[in-house]
């Protein structure tokens, strides 16, 4: 895939998991938790969104490597 292809692709994938990311951040009981993966995140819009709300939880967020 073409660099700009992918970027593109990218930041629409952030855009489309933003309303998701902001339900999940409020919706899972995360006091119950102390750490969370997401595997398949993109630019990270989903972990970012949950550590910020959740400042307690320590998150990772794997992409393939051409994501970086």
């Known amino acids: 895939m073409r660099t700009s292809a992918l970027r ?3 930041a629409a994938m952030s855009g489309i998991s933003a309303g998701a ?3 999940i951040a409020a919706k899972i009981p ?3 938790f102390r750490s969370f ?3 398949g995140a993109a630019q990270g819009m989903v ?3 949950i550590a910020r709300a959740h400042p307690h939880l320590a998150g990772a967020g794997f992409d393939l ?3 970086r």
Do not use: R
């Open 21 to 23: 990311a902001k339900a």
């Open 37 to 39: 993966v997401d595997v």
């Open 47 to 49: 972990p970012v969104t």
């Open 65 to 67: 490597p051409v994501v």
């Open 30 to 32: 995360w006091k119950d």
């Open 8 to 10: 593109g692709f990218l």
